[in-house]
């Protein structure tokens, strides 16, 4: 008995007899834990029967609110209930409202929260206990000789607190017999609540271990103490926000006069009756890098270990990965075969490696960043210049006018790079499977395996592996912006702007690495918090124009656009940009109505870039890439290939092949006009061949569509093929618009013969069919239609095949409108 009365054993569900009933008091664990057990049903004041729990049976089986689901012993053992008898139980209602009934019932034992103070030395903990209880424990400036706790008790509206005033510790780590007090106090005790003390006037010190029991996932309320010191530097903290991006309550307090202590009681008492509603659970963001490692380690946990919920997994990792011997024991209890402890080991190596430093290190580096990012978005320095924060560089990197000339810089610096050095390995590529198809011609016999080799494999794949340096450089410059911590600065500086289109700063990155390829950008989302932004971010990623669509435009506003070439193309990719903005409003509004999230956005340490972490990341990035022209690339260039090839033969073709050889039996002519003629008829030949291969019919088959866009069935068809690589729809030209015309030193082959294609039916026949307006409306068009089949494999897997096929038919729906609404405007402008 405590000295309250009431028994301290408390049963829990595993405890209840087969055919007996309870009432859920409260459910100890870590959140996620408590979060999974909560959507079952199992929600203070829910009544449970249990179906049947044989004493060596595992799983027990339930009934809560008219189903049945089983829990394992251990999972049962952290749900404490009243047990009540049959006839309580039947007459016993709960609709998710404590009711005066379900007080009775819970009584006594439901009616203590167990609180535990958790804050920094001379914080003012004891200040505060001694408040909220009425005891007189001694305050002031003394470091505790023996480690231990003083349990206080004290009503509060209906319920009894009971209050640990824990010994002050700066961290949560092994170091320190307090230390090691505190975290082990919060693992096995499970309070019901953690009620986190920190010094205003010192916030960055003391908000480091808060950082580590949002790791432990535990729930918490905040008092943020010595606020009269923080208000007597004329300092400025903006609470609502700063306790939307923690995701828990925070009140100011003064505990040396007891000011605030009643809010905090009553915050607490709120987050217990309701907990997990109130508050979300964050993570703190490690970085790639370490995410990654987490996650490998976690995996590893689920798979070897039976945790049952008592600890989060993630923190266990995190703390493995730190290198932490109290909790690597730990596991290794659960562990049998010591698998958990050497992947970490292992990964603990790779990062040591990396970073040339200690994993302890790092992970306390990107908790600051993390506080940081907090602060920099909430606190503002009044006059006491002295405890400003020292991150000068921050200051200038974000600052609101000069962050974003030296962003926009620094894009300007990495997109001049990647094409201008992209050029020479490009050119080099390209002249390569020139010289290789030239190879292959000569060497081969006629036929089709030849046809397929040098038109279809080399042709395709060729032209989209010389856009691999160009990817390749961008994404370098992209790793190395993020390695050296400068990417998180841009992501804060964009994320007003971001904000007013429903987005968050983080989407900033996956956007600009859209510019090199949608796949490893959609991939890049990850690091989103939110579902919301996640899903917002994937579906409009692909409106930033891929490097794959620029070798179309290039194409046509050279062949087209003899003045403000440039403009033309900024118009292009602006276009896009602006679709993304209205794209994501429009979706936000009406599909996540009422989401309302705010992030943390860490700002982790500047480190100097190494060159081979920024290859490692490139690779990374680039990987996706690479899978895709290996794979869907080749193969589509294949089957495109051979739906040009087929049928090969035909009356019509058979005529062309006599009148060639006749051309060539002809005595009259001479051997100049001979080649002339036939060079021309076999010219005639491969068009008439391409307009009755299966790809030419299915071309006429849905040229109604893009005619009243301008376009010819020639320009669907390429716009088809796009569907497999967006690469692929100039190789497409090449072969539609049969450009074997002469090169001249102006305008390539093809660009010479879209010039002079013309209209061979319908109402404008004879007329060119490219005119820069068409051309524009078609360069619109490759912009903002259906992403390349990778691009909707990875938006599949990321957002659900549901947003994928939004995707679809929204982007081509978009497409269509606006490319309409150019051959509208043409019309108007020019009259035709
Ligand atoms: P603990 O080490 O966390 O238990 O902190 P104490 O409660 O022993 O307080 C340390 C010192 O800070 C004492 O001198 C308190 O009087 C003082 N103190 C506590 N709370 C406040 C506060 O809100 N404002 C100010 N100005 N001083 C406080
Ligand atoms: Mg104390």
Redesign the pocket.
Known sequence: MNKDGHSEKVLTLADVKTGEYGVIVRITGHGSFRHRLMEMGFVRGEKVKVIRNAPLHDPIEYEIMGGHVSLRRIEANRVEVVPVTEEVANNYLFHGTVTEETERILGKVGKTINVALV????????????HATGMREK???YSGVTVDSKLGYFKFKDYTIALA?LP?TYSLTEYTPEELYVRQYIMEQHPDIVLN?ADASNLERNLFLTTQLIDMNVPMVMAL?????LEKNGDKLDLDTLSELFGFPIVP?????G?GIQEVMAKIVDLYENLEQHTKHIHINYGVDLEKSIDLIKEEMKEHLDLSGAYSTRYLAIEMLAGDKVISNLVGKFDDDGSVGKVADEQRAIIEKRYNEDAATIVSGAKYGFIRGALLETFTQGKDRSKQPAYSVDKLLTNRWLGFPILIFFLWFMFQMTFTLGAYPQAWLESFFGWLGDVITRVMPDGMVKDLLVDGVIAGVGGVCSFLPNILILFFFISVLEDTGYMARAAFIMDKLMHRMGLHGKSFIPYIIGFGCSVPAIMATRTLENRKDRILTIITVPFMSCSARLPVYLLLISAFFTKHQGLILTSIYLLGIIMAVVTSLIVKRVAFKNVRDQFVMELPPYRIPTFRNAVIHMWDKSVQYLKKMGSVILVATVIIWALEYFPHRGPELDRYTEQIERVGEDKTLTEAEKSTQIAQLELDRSACQIENSYIGRFGKFVAPVFRPLGFDWQMGVSLITGFAAKEIVVSSMGVLYHSDAEADENSSALQKSLQNHTWSSGPDIGKPVFTPWVAFGFMVFILLYFPCVAALTAIKREAGTGWMLFNIFYTTGVAWLAAFAIRLLSTLAVGC
């Open positions: 804050g920094n030395p001379n914080c003012g903990k004891t200040s505060f206990f001694n305050v002031g400036n005033d002050g003390i103490n010595m606020y009269d010191e307090t003064v505990s040396s006069k000011i």
